[in-house]
């Protein structure tokens, strides 16, 4: 049995105010730990305030995304090592949101799922579909391209200790949930194309579904043969709303 993991996104939310609140909420509830592993990826600002808050706790934390090199001359950019510096365990690599706004190519994903390896993270390697691939009957296709550039890359041992979350584009901060089906036939896909190179590591890989994940919509796509837990943007902001998935996991 896999263990399933509850990671949340805040993406560019939050302030410290807010963040002590929700964060000393959830240490409050889950930091003894439960059946499922929770984690929360905040703001780069924010990780000394998560870490104080989380140190010691079952709750793990992490990042958005990060530099694919090491150090340098990058202004405004963030190592793996600088994030390892501040407790964090996962970094989010590869989310719709940096590929589209952004400009992160498949390349730039699979050097960052890189660096995350090299600096000791764990990376959350998001893939995922637009409508208009869904639509067009290529959602394996692209799914196929953007995992396959990161394992032609990081090779199976760059996976021993990652987690993929598969987020259609269409699901994300939209309300529209794949039904649990449709996630998790995808799901299943990818499992089976990391099982043709590594077939111990595809039994054990963590992937998680991300989009519109709510308290109403988890336990039945947390049911799902192949979906281990969730990758969750507006409904980790609620402390009440984050708790009850993360219960929904257990
Ligand atoms: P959502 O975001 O839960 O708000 O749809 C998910 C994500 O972007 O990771």
Redesign the pocket.
């Known amino acids: 049995m896999r263990r399933k993991l509850v990671a949340g996104?805040w993406?560019m939310y939050g302030g410290l105010a807010r963040n002590r609140d929700l964060l000393q909420s959830l240490a409050h509830a889950i930091g003894k730990g439960g059946k499922a592993d929770c984690a929360v990826c905040v703001p780069f600002p924010y990780l000394a305030q998560t870490q104080e808050l989380l140190k010691g706790t079952a709750i793990a934390w992490g990042a958005q995304t990060l530099s694919e090199h090491a150090q340098g001359a990058y202004t405004g950019e963030t190592s793996a090592a600088m994030l390892a510096d501040f407790g964090c365990r996962y970094v989010i690599v590869g989310?719709?949101?940096r590929r589209s706004l952004y400009g992160e190519s498949n390349e730039t994903v699979a050097a960052k799922f890189v660096a995350a390896v090299q600096g000791g993270l764990a990376p959350i390697l998001?893939l995922g579909e637009t409508l208009e691939q869904r639509e067009g009957n290529v959602t394996e296709q692209v799914i196929a391209a953007q995992l396959d550039a990161v394992t032609q890359v990081a090779g199976m041992n760059g996976f021993a200790s990652a987690v993929i979350?598969y987020?259609p584009v269409w699901?994300?901060?939209?309300g529209r949930t794949a039904t649990p089906q449709q996630a998790q036939e995808v799901h299943a896909f990818i499992r089976q194309r990391m099982a043709k190179s590594d077939a111990a590591l595809a039994q054990r890989l963590q992937i998680l579904y991300?989009?519109?994940?709510k308290p109403q919509n988890a336990s039945e796509l947390f049911g799902m043969a192949d979906i281990d837990g969730g990758?969750?943007?507006?409904?980790s902001l609620v402390a009440q709303d984050f708790l009850a998935i993360c219960q929904a996991a257990g």
């Open positions: 996104n993406k989310h719709s949101e998001c979350a987020e699901a994300i901060g939209t991300g989009g519109s994940v990758l969750i943007g507006g409904a």
